[in-house]
């Protein structure tokens, strides 16, 4: 999904190095879920199935959103 490469990509190149460790492995384990779920948690900022990757997806959005609000 187009929209999801324009979020995930970015945050791979340019935040994915300085995260934790623990936020490392939670990326990891987001590139598992559905692409409708993704865009589910990252587009309409809804509760992820796996409640432990809130965090990350937390994270992922907030980028983005510093990215584009410039």
Same mark, same amino acid.
């Given at each position: 999904m187009l929209e999801l490469d324009t979020i995930l990509a970015p945050? +791979?190149?340019h935040e994915y190095p300085e995260l934790? /460790? %623990?936020l490392q492995r939670d990326f990891q384990r %987001? +590139?598992?879920c559905s692409d409708l779920e993704l865009? =589910?948690?990252l +587009? =309409? &900022?809804e509760t992820p #199935? /796996? !409640?432990s !990757? $809130? #965090?990350i997806l937390g994270v992922i959005r907030e980028k @983005? $959103? &510093? =990215? @584009? #609000?410039?």
């Open positions: 945050f +791979l190149e934790s /460790d %623990v %987001v +590139l598992n865009y =589910r948690c +587009l =309409r &900022a #199935s /796996d !409640l !990757l $809130q #965090s @983005h $959103q &510093a =990215r @584009h #609000s410039s």
